[in-house]
């Protein structure tokens, strides 16, 4: 486990496991998503029971040391009951883990979040994707912005962080867009913010919109080696150039964490020197492959 570094800032005791208790997901729609495709959509949603969750952690943690958990489902949220039954056990069997999963604002509950959050669960990462209401009518995503809002606060209110992720650079966005999508990742009050490039991978809905040219330029010649998330292989129609996309996205990180607000609530949110540490190689992450890099990855 020593050769695996876990992201940093990201979780809250080491050694850190991954797990994956489903595959597919029930809503399909993003257009943005692989999920979308037609050859991963028709495959449905799966997953392992519950007891055979439980079985998996134990073994983690009596093999492994394993003192925390990410769960890497697409959606971990999706099934309340299954959720449900599953922090129940470890409540009830009293397991010392902590973790962390992926959760659709549509799936969010207070309730929910509570007996996550009794159970363990310390992060929700959330793709909320923009701060404008058409930009997310036309990736499908089926949300809205007060869902988000809600979403972010009830997960607060049960004592979990929320890391929010959006997509800058998608069909119909602007600069302006773009920064009003900043502004409302603040007005969240989130603990952590990513801001991606849209990448339109082959096989979804996003990359035949973005190839029809009808919302701007894609580089259709670029090699899959490009296909990330942080390289402008598509320009919206409102931007000059890909330096000025870029230039958006270098700016966001700048303006969502260097702010005095966010420096001293994570100052305050200090409790030992593991959380030192833990802040300090965030930070360090964050200059070194967000805000000091000088072009695409």
Same mark, same amino acid.
């Given at each position: 486990?020593?050769?695996?570094?876990?992201?940093?800032?990201?979780?809250?005791?080491?050694?850190?496991?991954?797990?994956?208790?489903?595959?597919?997901?029930?809503?399909?729609?993003?257009?943005?998503?692989?999920?979308?495709?037609?050859?991963?959509?028709?495959?449905?949603?799966?997953?392992?029971?519950?007891?055979?969750?439980?079985?998996?952690?134990?073994?983690?943690?009596?093999?492994?040391?394993?003192?925390?958990?990410?769960?890497?489902?697409?959606?971990?949220?999706?099934?309340?009951?299954?959720?449900?039954?599953?922090?129940?056990?470890?409540?009830?069997?009293?397991?010392?883990? $902590?973790?962390?999963?992926? +959760?659709?604002? !549509?799936?969010?509950? /207070?309730?929910?979040?509570? *007996?996550? %959050?009794?159970?363990?669960?310390?992060?929700?990462?959330?793709?909320?994707?923009?701060?404008?209401?058409?930009?997310?009518?036309?990736?499908?995503?089926?949300?809205?912005?007060?869902?988000?809002?809600?979403?972010?606060?009830?997960?607060?209110?049960?004592?979990?962080?929320?890391?929010?992720?959006?997509?800058?650079?998608?069909?119909?966005?602007?600069?302006?867009?773009?920064?009003?999508?900043?502004?409302?990742?603040?007005?969240?009050?989130?603990?952590?913010?990513?801001?991606?490039?849209?990448?339109?991978?082959?096989?979804?809905?996003?990359?035949?919109?973005?190839?029809?040219?009808?919302?701007?330029?894609?580089?259709?010649?670029?090699?899959?080696?490009?296909?990330?998330?942080?390289?402008? $292989?598509?320009?919206?129609? +409102?931007?000059? !150039?890909?330096?000025? /996309?870029?230039?958006?996205? *270098?700016? %966001?990180?700048?303006?969502?964490?260097?702010?005095?607000?966010?420096?001293?609530?994570?100052?305050?949110?200090?409790?030992?020197?593991?959380?030192?540490?833990?802040?300090?190689?965030?930070?360090?992450?964050?200059?070194?492959?967000?805000?000091?890099?000088?072009?695409?990855?």
């Amino acid at each position: 486990m020593s050769h695996y570094v876990p992201l940093p800032s990201q979780y809250h005791r080491f050694p850190v496991g991954n797990m994956i208790t489903s595959r597919g997901c029930t809503y399909s729609l993003c257009t943005f998503c692989f999920e979308s495709s037609p050859f991963v959509r028709e495959k449905g949603f799966r997953r392992i029971s519950v007891q055979r969750a439980i079985e998996e952690i134990t073994y983690l943690i009596n093999d492994y040391h394993v003192k925390e958990i990410a769960f890497w489902d697409d959606e971990f949220l999706m099934d309340h009951e299954w959720v449900d039954v599953f922090c129940d056990e470890i409540i009830r069997q009293k397991i010392d883990i $902590l973790w962390s999963c992926f +959760g659709k604002v !549509n799936f969010c509950s /207070l309730p929910l979040l509570k *007996k996550m %959050a009794q159970s363990g669960c310390k992060n929700i990462f959330m793709g909320l994707e923009s701060g404008n209401q058409e930009i997310l009518n036309f990736t499908k995503k089926g949300q809205t912005l007060d869902m988000m809002r809600n979403a972010v606060r009830w997960a607060h209110e049960a004592g979990i962080e929320v890391r929010g992720s959006f997509i800058l650079g998608l069909p119909k966005e602007t600069p302006e867009i773009a920064q009003s999508t900043v502004d409302f990742a603040i007005e969240l009050d989130l603990d952590y913010a990513q801001f991606l490039l849209n990448t339109p991978f082959p096989g979804t809905e996003m990359h035949e919109v973005c190839k029809s040219g009808k919302y701007g330029t894609f580089d259709e010649n670029a090699g899959f080696e490009k296909y990330t998330e942080h390289t402008a $292989l598509f320009l919206p129609s +409102g931007y000059k !150039n890909k330096e000025e /996309l870029l230039s958006i996205q *270098k700016e %966001a990180y700048k303006h969502f964490y260097f702010r005095p607000k966010y420096f001293l609530r994570k100052v305050k949110n200090v409790r030992s020197k593991e959380d030192v540490f833990r802040y300090f190689r965030g930070f360090h992450f964050l200059l070194k492959t967000r805000v000091l890099k000088n072009s695409e990855f």
